[in-house]
């Protein structure tokens, strides 16, 4: 059974950092596009930055040159490394990948279930 499982997250003040994981568990033979996405209370989900196979990024305005997400395809794991934290950064951040390939199934759209960030100010 596929799992997709986020870690890191925690409290941290203004302009501190976080590292964030999400590891995809099963017997996996590929994941296509991963990314992050984060939703506040009271807002809609976002996306926060996304990763091809390839490698190719794409990043919301609001974190370009404060998060970097990177992939390891060996593990399949992505991360987001969030510095210069802000407390508008504060949302439960989930872990995306648009497709998984196992050796009995392939899933789409398939989801984490979130780590918390909280910034203080």
């Known amino acids: 059974q596929v799992q997709l499982v986020e870690s890191g997250g925690g409290l941290v003040q203004a302009g501190g950092s976080l590292r964030l994981s999400c590891v995809a568990s099963?017997?996996?033979?590929?994941?296509?596009?991963m990314g992050w996405y984060r939703q506040a209370p009271g807002k809609q989900r976002e996306l926060v930055a996304d990763i091809t196979t390839g490698g190719m990024i794409n990043y919301v305005d609001s974190v370009k040159g404060r998060f970097t997400i990177s992939r390891d395809n060996a593990k399949s794991t992505v991360y987001l490394q969030m510095n210069s934290l802000k407390p508008e950064d504060t949302a439960v951040y989930y872990c995306k990948a648009n497709r998984i390939v196992t050796e009995i199934e392939s899933v789409y759209n398939f989801w984490g279930r979130g780590t918390q960030v909280t910034v203080s100010s």
């Open positions: 099963g017997r996996i033979f590929s994941i296509g596009t």
